[in-house]
């Protein structure tokens, strides 16, 4: 195959703006959309590869992997490698524990499934996890995995000619599948391979389907393909659902300049770019954790350029010494592939990584006393109580717990209601309880994100119509969640209105209607920032009710808090300061504002006024 200086000035216009995005999204604000162009680039270099042996009939499956992984894993190793002996000198116990499981799962490329049931890809948590990037080397080599063996497969029954519609049809059903899943599931479309390998499909169509064009149309093809990958980094941002039917745009705009075979594009073509798209894996790699570096270590904004630079110049060295480094490729026997170097980089350093996890990141690096609050912060990690629905009624999930009377009280909200349930149920009250719940989620209607619904809670009348209530209880803690950067107040005062009509709802349909404020919160509950930043074992209390100032301005304007009990957590949980962990170093919380079970056993002692007339202690 002929060395392709488009597609190499391609890998250039894609890691630019994966960089530049990652270390300052306002400069490219859809920047992530190149991950997307790498995507399609895969593909078709796969797809020729795979395709050119299967015609010759010499194509071999473990020629294929083991040239993968000659190319794939020596620089991702010894950034592992880098990473660990780092993480052994500057991390915190809990950080470099965690760091463990990353490079383990990077390395054995699931590391996107990990990601993804650990937090989104925008989440401000995920800047301090050093092989977050590994995400998309994970996805790719998935599809190496697979694809290959399932055009082998193919092979066997079809022909070429029938093998190629196949993979068109399955390339427009995987973007629809795509469509679908991003509305649905957003955070799994964006890490899992079935929503992005229509976009490593889409590269294979531009091999299977080459266009026939004249040489005095090739430019506008070009350029027709970078307007719509240039058009999508700045407008498209991380506030549009991704991948989804937008993906189309970088997609197919590198679709269109792979068609255009335009080798002679100055865009493409020029040194620099020829440059940069050969050092692009490298300078990917390294790139994201000096962003960690900037956000670890709170770096002020002059090293962001210097993390640029950086980038590139380790992306330079790594290519050179690292990349171009020849591994043996041409094994005889199924044995001898056992002699792939690449394989023993991977087991090593993974088992590395294994043990700090196992280690709980070495414990004993540190102080006494922080080896108490590493250990302390590690048993936080994911320490709640709130069980699987076990009621279904109108087609909503609740927690139920049985009381020994027939009166009910309901807990409806999100998870600062949720956390309310370890103490609810040791309580043990004769009151039959309803959790109705749905997390980030706020019960007022105009209250929306854009990554899941919330009509669970805000289908509120359905579920009251249905049951008696004695009870309600709720909470305005996220009332002023999601709320746009541009009339901003304008939509506060418009779920301030909702809330009112809630609370009179609740008012007419139930005995008592019950209303907790926001309890303490802040970094300093968090045990991984408390431990990371060593910020102070308590808060002022006046520095926690600066975060409620717009719950007091919705307090202000709530007409329906006659008869409705306010309970304020503050005032029962600090005193002039509010601890954030006990004597013995122990934290209350499991992040920055939810607690952990046996803390709110200990301390939701101001729940009792709901329960006074059955029950009012914890058994």
Known sequence: MNFRKDINGLRAIAVIAVVLFHFNASWVPGGFAGVDVFFVISGYLMTSIIFRGIEKENFSLYRFYIARANRIIPA????????????????????????????????????????????GYFNIASHSKWLLHTWSLSAEWQFYIVYPIFLVFMRKYLTLRTMKTALFVATILGFVLCVVA??????????????????????????????????????????????????SYFFISKENSWPGYLAIFPVLGTFLVIQAQNNKSFITGNLIFQKIGTWSYSIYLWHWPLVVVIYYFSLNELYIYLGLGLSVLLGFFSNRYIERIKFRNDFSTIFQYLKCKPIYMVLSISIAGGIVFQQSGFLFRVSPDLQKMNASAIESIDDLAYPSPNLTILNKKLRFIKGKSDKNILFIGASHIEHTYPYVEALKSDYNIYYLTQTGCFISPSFSRPDKSCTGI?????????????????????????????????????????????????????????????????????PLISIRKNLNKYINVLEVRKDYIEHEFAIKLLDELDDVTVIDPINYLCTDICKVMDEDFNYYYTDDSHMRPWYAIKSLTYLNVIFDEFNSSVK
């Not at 809990?94 to 049931?117: C, E, K, M, P, Q």
């Not at 294979?204 to 090739?218: D, Q, V």
């Open 76 to 119: 991702l190793a010894v950034l592992c490698f880098v990473l660990l002996v780092f993480g052994w000198f500057y991390l915190s116990p809990i950080d470099y524990r965690t760091l463990g499981t990353h490079v383990a799962s990077s390395l054995t490329f699931v590391s996107n499934i990990v990601y993804w049931r650990e937090s």
């Open 182 to 231: 991003t509305a649905k599931w957003p955070n799994p479309s964006y890490y899992l391979l079935p929503t992005r390998a229509w976009e490593m499909m889409m590269g294979g169509l531009a091999f299977l389907y080459p266009f026939s064009i004249k040489e005095s149309k090739k430019k506008f093809i070009e350029w027709t393909g970078l307007f719509l990958i240039i058009g």
């Open 458 to 526: 805000q289908e509120y009348r359905e579920i009251i119509e249905k049951i008696k209530f004695d009870k309600i209880v709720t909470s305005i803690y996220f009332i002023n969640g999601y709320l746009p950067e541009t009339g901003r107040k304008d939509a506060l005062i418009v779920r301030i209105s909702e809330y009112n009509d809630f609370l009179q709802y609740a008012k007419s349909k139930s005995e008592k209607v019950i209303m907790i404020l926001g309890e303490p919160d802040g970094p300093e509950f968090d």
